[in-house]
């Protein structure tokens, strides 16, 4: 997440190559001269790619001459990523193919360097990325869909960090208990603007109180909030048109219903009238 106070980052450690082949990997680095910038790399997809970018990435010269430890600003160490991408890409898809495998890899690149803001990319197998802006102030990589709907009613540029980095677990949480591919210990950076260094790291895993507070109460909440909400009406009002099932026609062979059908009910009609 990409906010005025600075920057949220949070990654699961499950990685799999098949239900008996469940492993865990740590998905967030950290590129850090202190005073002088701080960037995180979180990966998703294929671990080896993965692993393969990182290593490259913190030795590679680019052609414009920079590596990730001098580049001046973060599109130009963005546009790094993107090239280590492609040369990992060069040196591996082809033999991935012979045996079967995509090369699949998406990462999320952020921080910051001295004289500017801090920056947001998502950067995808093809080397190109894309860039965090007020009207889209987080990215998500890997089992995504899960956890989305929190984050879009709650996350805006002006939330502060630890509102984000809650919302982030309660986000994380729903993925868990949804998705079996991510699994604890939870990597949480948090970044405040211009510290140009870590300001706060935790990894949880399932002895951290404070996110099994979380799961409870989240849950507890949601749960209370359900009850809350009015059941369905099932009774159409007299002056609504009752709406009707596509039936399916019996086959000739079939004699027709001995008894006829039920009353109708609407449900969407009546609902939708006492809105109004």
């Known amino acids: 997440m990409r906010l005025d106070a600075g920057l949220v980052f949070l990654s699961d450690s499950r990685t799999n190559a098949g239900v008996d082949q469940v492993s865990t990997a740590r998905k967030l680095n950290v590129f850090e001269i202190p005073g002088e910038r701080m960037m995180v790399l979180m990966t998703a997809g294929n671990l080896s790619i993965s692993q393969s970018v990182r290593q490259l990435l913190s030795e590679h010269v680019g052609v414009a001459g920079y590596s990730i430890w001098n580049v001046p ?26 045996f079967g495998i995509d090369f699949n890899v998406s990462l999320i690149f952020g921080g910051q360097i001295t004289g500017e803001r801090c920056r947001l990319f998502q950067v995808y197998s093809a080397g190109n990325f894309i860039e965090s802006h007020n009207e889209n ?66 990894t949880i895993d399932e002895r951290n109180q404070y996110f099994q507070m979380i799961r409870t109460t989240w849950g ?44 109708l009910q609407s449900f969407a009609q009546q609902f939708g009238s006492k809105q109004q």
């Open 73 to 98: 600003t973060m599109h130009e160490a963005a546009r790094l990523v993107g090239e280590v991408v492609r040369l990992v890409h060069e040196r591996d898809a082809k033999a991935l193919a012979e």
């Open 220 to 263: 507890q909440q949601l749960k209370t909030i359900f009850e809350g909400i009015a059941a369905p009406e099932w009774d159409a009002a007299p002056e609504v048109a009752a709406s009707r099932p596509v039936r399916v026609p019996l086959p000739d062979s079939l004699a027709p219903a001995t008894q006829p059908p039920g009353p």
């Open 137 to 202: 102030t987080y990215f998500q990589i890997g089992e995504a869909k899960y956890g989305k709907p929190i984050i879009d009613r709650v996350v805006t540029p002006s939330t502060s960090l630890d509102e984000a980095a809650k919302c982030a677990l309660i986000s994380m949480d729903s993925t868990l208990r949804s998705n079996v591919s991510v699994g604890l210990p939870l990597d949480l950076l948090v970044y405040e603007s211009n510290s140009l260094a870590v300001t706060r790291f935790v």
